[in-house]
Protein backbone atom coordinates (compact mmCIF):
# COMPACT_ATOMS: atom_id res chain seq x y z
CA UNK A 1 0.00 0.00 0.00
CA UNK A 2 0.79 3.52 -0.80
CA UNK A 3 1.61 5.77 2.29
CA UNK A 4 -0.92 8.61 2.60
CA UNK A 5 1.08 12.45 2.42
CA UNK A 6 4.17 13.86 0.96
CA UNK A 7 7.20 12.07 -0.09
CA UNK A 8 10.46 12.89 -0.20
CA UNK A 9 12.97 11.19 -1.98
CA UNK A 10 16.77 10.67 -0.58
CA UNK A 11 19.58 10.16 -2.42
CA UNK A 12 23.30 9.90 -2.06
CA UNK A 13 25.85 12.36 -3.52
CA UNK A 14 27.41 9.48 -5.02
CA UNK A 15 24.13 8.03 -6.43
CA UNK A 16 23.59 10.48 -9.22
CA UNK A 17 24.79 9.86 -13.08
CA UNK A 18 26.10 13.19 -15.12
CA UNK A 19 24.52 13.26 -18.17
CA UNK A 20 23.84 16.17 -20.84
CA UNK A 21 22.10 19.66 -19.74
CA UNK A 22 18.88 18.91 -21.76
CA UNK A 23 18.72 15.72 -20.09
CA UNK A 24 17.22 14.08 -16.68
CA UNK A 25 17.38 16.61 -13.39
CA UNK A 26 18.64 20.17 -14.56
CA UNK A 27 21.60 20.59 -12.25
CA UNK A 28 23.41 24.25 -11.83
CA UNK A 29 26.52 24.20 -10.41
CA UNK A 30 27.74 26.71 -7.85
CA UNK A 31 30.67 25.60 -6.46
CA UNK A 32 33.19 22.65 -7.43
CA UNK A 33 35.87 21.32 -4.93
CA UNK A 34 38.10 19.05 -6.06
CA UNK A 35 39.29 16.05 -4.23
CA UNK A 36 41.57 13.95 -5.79
CA UNK A 37 39.77 10.52 -6.31
CA UNK A 38 36.68 13.18 -7.37
CA UNK A 39 35.17 15.95 -7.59
CA UNK A 40 32.13 17.55 -5.17
CA UNK A 41 29.89 19.43 -6.85
CA UNK A 42 27.22 21.95 -4.95
CA UNK A 43 24.21 23.43 -6.48
CA UNK A 44 20.73 24.02 -6.75
CA UNK A 45 17.67 21.37 -8.92
CA UNK A 46 14.14 22.14 -9.18
CA UNK A 47 14.95 24.88 -6.19
CA UNK A 48 16.79 22.05 -4.23
CA UNK A 49 20.64 22.32 -3.02
CA UNK A 50 22.38 19.16 -4.03
CA UNK A 51 25.61 17.99 -3.54
CA UNK A 52 26.97 15.48 -6.64
CA UNK A 53 29.74 13.67 -6.99
CA UNK A 54 31.58 14.05 -10.50
CA UNK A 55 35.16 12.70 -11.94
CA UNK A 56 37.64 14.55 -11.20
CA UNK A 57 38.94 15.22 -14.67
CA UNK A 58 35.74 17.36 -15.50
CA UNK A 59 35.97 21.19 -15.38
CA UNK A 60 32.31 22.34 -13.82
CA UNK A 61 32.56 25.98 -13.60
CA UNK A 62 29.90 27.88 -11.20
CA UNK A 63 27.22 28.97 -13.96
CA UNK A 64 27.36 25.26 -15.92
CA UNK A 65 24.11 23.52 -16.12
CA UNK A 66 24.58 19.44 -15.95
CA UNK A 67 22.18 16.76 -16.36
CA UNK A 68 21.64 14.39 -13.90
CA UNK A 69 20.06 10.93 -13.48
CA UNK A 70 19.59 9.48 -9.81
CA UNK A 71 19.75 5.43 -9.53
CA UNK A 72 16.80 4.73 -9.24
CA UNK A 73 18.01 1.10 -7.25
CA UNK A 74 19.27 3.73 -4.51
CA UNK A 75 16.42 6.40 -4.11
CA UNK A 76 15.03 5.92 -0.63
CA UNK A 77 11.88 7.38 0.23
CA UNK A 78 11.10 9.11 3.40
CA UNK A 79 8.14 10.35 5.14
CA UNK A 80 7.93 14.24 4.54
CA UNK A 81 6.43 14.88 7.62
CA UNK A 82 8.30 12.75 10.06
CA UNK A 83 11.56 12.29 8.00
CA UNK A 84 11.56 8.42 8.22
CA UNK A 85 12.36 5.92 5.55
CA UNK A 86 9.90 3.95 4.59
CA UNK A 87 10.20 0.43 4.33
CA UNK A 88 10.77 -0.79 0.98
CA UNK A 89 8.72 -3.94 0.02
CA UNK A 90 10.29 -6.70 -1.85
CA UNK A 91 9.07 -8.61 -4.57
CA UNK A 92 8.17 -12.49 -2.89
Not at 63 to 90: C, F, Y
Amino acid sequence: PRPEGNLLAGIRAEDFALIGAGEGLAFDVMVAEPLGSHTLLTGRSHGQMLRVVAPPNGDYPAGTRLGLKPDPNRIVWMDAASGEALRQETAA
